[in-house]
């Protein structure tokens, strides 16, 4: 009995750490007696025993790799300082375990010369304006060179560029040059459309003042027009009215004289009269005297 007790305890010890759960996101590589015989993927496993190894758990996940600045050349002979940041997924874990040893470093290496060999035909400018074409290119090298040791490289970035202090100091003066230039533009160009809306605004001025003037004019005199030729009716209407009563010569020359009359309160200090007026002047004296025997009386 106490032997099966022992029995029991010796095969819990071998069996139950021969049985593995893998995650969902890793990959057991097995070896078989020291070759390499299959991969486990997420799930319950069984290793047998002294037979089985556990040759490497892989990461299955999209890794991040942060490298530290390389020195590189760039065409015009200009050193500067470049950090990239690689990301890269393990697609195959057979490869990725027996492809090269230390992948990580591997691909530190690789990056630091294929950034070196692009950034050597570009000169300092273009390498400062040209992130998007030096990424693709090393995306597209890196992905091709790992791709026998079971990487996939999704993306790489050029983190940093760090030219030479003087080079600084001389890309800061130029870009302060170009920002005083255009706000020198700017300035003028803000001078010229304000100038030219004022003189517009006070040709605009001009002209209303002008049509307003010449409105006012117009109606100034369309009023003494029609001023005038309310008075000719009047006058005409009279006269007609004068007729239609049948007035003799007497009262059309009493008219005349009152006419006569309006025409001496004016402002003018001599009249000439015509010679057919006298008879008119003669008979509004004789009227008056009469008038003024009639109240005598």
Do not use: C
């Amino acid at each position: 009995m106490p032997f099966f007790i022992i029995l029991l305890i010796l095969v819990g010890i071998i069996v139950i750490p021969s049985i593995k759960i893998v995650p969902q996101s890793k990959a057991y590589v097995i070896e078989r007696l020291g070759s390499y015989y299959t991969i486990w993927r997420n799930g319950v496993h069984f290793k047998i025993p002294f037979i089985d190894r556990i040759s490497n758990v892989v990461l299955l996940k999209e890794m991040v790799r942060d490298f530290d600045p390389q020195p590189v050349i760039t065409k015009d002979n200009v050193t500067m300082q470049i950090d990239t940041v690689v990301y890269f997924q393990i697609t195959d874990a057979k490869l990725y375990t027996y492809g090269v040893e230390y992948p990580i470093s591997a691909i530190e290496s690789l990056t630091a010369t294929t950034l070196r060999n692009i950034i050597g035909e570009l000169e300092l400018d273009q390498t400062l304006t040209s992130r998007d074409i030096i990424n693709t290119k090393m995306r597209s090298i890196l992905d091709e060179a790992t791709d026998p040791w079971g990487i996939k490289v999704n993306r790489v970035e050029v983190k940093n560029i760090l030219p030479p202090r003087d080079i600084q100091d001389a890309m800061e003066k130029q870009m302060r040059a170009e920002r005083e230039r255009r706000e020198k533009i700017l300035q003028a160009e803000g001078e010229k459309k304000s100038s030219v809306l004022i003189a517009e605004g006070e040709k605009e001025s001009a002209i209303l003042r002008a049509e307003a003037d010449k409105e006012s004019r117009i109606k100034r005199a369309e009023g003494e027009a029609e001023a005038m030729l309310k008075i000719k009716n009047a006058e005409a209407e009279g006269i007609k009215l004068l007729r239609e009563a049948n007035a003799d010569s007497s009262v059309l020359q009493l008219k005349s004289y009152e006419a006569l009359t309006k025409i001496a309160d004016g402002q003018s200090t001599k009249i000439i009269l015509p010679a057919e007026l006298s008879s008119i002047a003669t008979f509004g004296t004789v009227l008056q005297e009469s008038m003024k025997d009639n109240k005598k009386k």
